[in-house]
Each structure stands twice: as structure tokens, then as C-alpha cells.
T-cell receptor, first 112, second 114 residues
Framework: ETGVTQSPTHLIKTRGQQVTLRCSSQ?????VSWYQQALGQGPQFIFQ???????GRGNFPPRFSGLQFPNYSSELNVNALELDDSALYLC???????????FGQGTRLTVV | AQSVTQLDSQVPVFEEAPVELRCNYS??????LFWYVQYPNQGLQLLLK??????LVKGINGFEAEFNKSQTSFHLRKPSVHISDTAEYFC????????????FGEGTQLTVNP
């Protein structure tokens, strides 16, 4: 059973650019959530996808968007990058809404 | 809405000493409670969870936590820590009826010294 994998592990982008982060959910999991963890802080919920539909969103602007594919993998897209978007982005998958969430290793995004 | 307060940002202890990491939460609805651990440059690993039943929950690596509904607390304890327990610990809550949306505290850095 493979765990949650994220790619890339590290990324450097310039302010104003766009970025796509990828997440492969654990086998058998149909729900994927994304979190942003700024340095020295706890993770903040961005949004969640269940069976290819967004079904929950945190307090993030529309330039944060996502997709979930039929195989339940997911992408997080961020447009018009700002310096404050620099953070560790974590993906978590679970089998349904009331079971344990398994986290990936994260993607460290640096915006310069 | 939910909020989580971890009362100590840093906890230094000596090896083999007991430790308690404190967590209080606020919520207008019933919640599930979790403790996660994060080692440097890694993702989050679940230590333990409280969904229902016994208020004393045992997790991995010798950790346990007690749910206190009247005090809205979920403190994490370990009777004897090891150097390898040095990490960041996060308390989190998830509403029982609102799908999966974890709200995390700010974290507690546990440093175990020899």
C-alpha cells in the first residue's frame, strides 16, 4: 500500500507566476485535502475534494484552485503568486470524511 | 467555527522525564480530536485520535491523551521521553458533521535534551 506522495518536494517561483502542485492519494482514498503551513505556524485548510468535486473551502482567495482526477489524485494551482504564498503545502487523503487523514511529505514553495 | 490553542509554544525536557503538551479547543459543535507529530522537513504523522468512547486514548510511540469535555481540553502525555521524540506536535479538531476539515493549533516544539 503506497502512501500519499507529493511532487515536487521543493520549488522556487517568482512573484506573479503560477504554480501547480501535485498529490497522489493513498490507495483506496477518495477524499483529498490541501493545507498551507507557513513557517512556524500550524497548517491552514485550503480546500477539499471528494469524488472530483470541491466540497469545502477555507479562507483562501480564488487564485487558489484545485482539481481532483478520476484516480483521486489532485492538483493545487496558485495564480499570481505573492511573497506570502511561501510555505509548505501539505496534501492529505482519507477514505471518507470521518476517517483518519494521511499526510504527504509536502511541497516547500518559495516565492521570490 | 472551531479554534485550537496550544498553551506552550516550546517545551524543553530532559530524556526519560515525563511530559505534557497542553491543548484547549473551542467549538459550537461536537468535534473529533487529533494529535499529529511533525519531524523536520516532513509531513504530519498521526499520533492518536479521539472519536468517541473512552476519554483516555493511547497512541503510537507511548503517547496518550485525555479528552476532557467540560474543560474542552485534550492534553498529550508521555511518561518517559526519548531524544527521538524531539519534534513539533500539533493538536487538531474536526467537526463531527462537517466532513473532513482539520483546524490545527500553532504547534508545540518538544525538545528532549540528554
Amino acid at each position: 500500500e503506497t502512501g500519499v506522495t507529493q511532487s515536487p518536494t521543493h520549488l522556487i517561483k517568482t512573484r506573479g507566476q503560477q504554480v501547480t502542485l501535485r498529490c497522489s492519494s493513498q490507495s483506496g482514498h477518495n477524499t483529498v485535502s490541501w493545507y498551507q503551513q507557513a513557517l512556524g505556524q500550524g497548517p491552514q485548510f485550503i480546500f477539499q475534494y471528494y469524488r472530483e468535486e470541491e466540497n469545502g473551502r477555507g479562507n483562501f482567495p480564488p487564485r487558489f484552485s484545485g482539481l481532483q482526477f478520476p484516480n483521486y489524485s489532485s492538483e493545487l494551482n496558485v495564480n499570481a503568486l505573492e511573497l506570502d504564498d511561501s510555505a509548505l503545502y501539505l496534501c492529505a487523503s482519507r477514505r471518507d470524511s470521518h476517517t483518519e487523514a494521511f499526510f504527504g511529505q509536502g511541497t516547500r514553495l518559495t516565492v521570490v | 467555527a472551531q479554534s485550537v490553542t496550544q498553551l506552550d509554544s516550546q517545551v524543553p525536557v530532559f530524556e526519560e522525564a515525563p511530559v505534557e503538551l497542553r491543548c484547549n479547543y473551542s467549538s459550537s459543535v461536537s468535534v473529533y480530536l487529533f494529535w499529529y507529530v511533525q519531524y523536520p522537513n516532513q509531513g504530519l504523522q498521526l499520533l492518536l485520535k479521539y472519536l468517541s468512547g473512552s476519554t483516555l486514548v493511547k497512541g503510537i510511540n507511548g503517547f496518550e491523551a485525555e479528552f476532557n469535555k467540560s474543560q474542552t481540553s485534550f492534553h498529550l502525555r508521555k511518561p518517559s521521553v526519548h531524544i527521538s521524540d524531539t519534534a513539533e506536535y500539533f493538536c487538531a479538531v474536526n467537526p463531527e458533521t462537517s466532513g473532513s476539515r482539520l483546524t490545527f493549533g500553532e504547534g508545540t516544539q518538544l525538545t528532549v535534551n540528554p
